[in-house]
């Protein structure tokens, strides 16, 4: 489902807003496209994110799990020539603070207390 111009995105320096939202509002963080793992299992893609505040994230996803991640980066080329490109996610999410996908999480960014773990639902190359 994640296209080659995706990995190509995120292996350049950007940032990455992610969305969630209640009946109260729409709340909206930034993480590092550097900082996203990928994983695939039975052919789900998941986004692994190291969180270590995103706390009104995590509380929006606990009353609705929808999120809406995009990240862009200007190296890489986009549509018709264009310099840069970018991507929306739209996925569900759960944030988690033990087991394998937290411990891949926290290996890495031992900053982390909790993983955010997207599942994409949705993917589209923007420019």
Known sequence: ???EKFYDVIDHEGSVSITSWTKKGA????TWN????VVKENNIEKILIPAAGMTSTE??????????LTMAA???????GYQGTGFRIIGSAEFLNEGDYFNQVHDKYSFANRAL????????QLL
Do not use: A, P
């Open 117 to 124: 773990v997207v599942t994409v639902k949705e993917d589209k």
């Open 74 to 80: 200007r190296e890489v080329e986009g549509f018709n």
């Open 1 to 3: 489902m994640l296209s």
């Open 27 to 30: 709340h909206v963080t930034c």
């Open 34 to 37: 550097s900082y996203l793992q």
């Open 59 to 68: 509380n929006d996803v606990k009353e609705n799990d929808n999120v809406i």
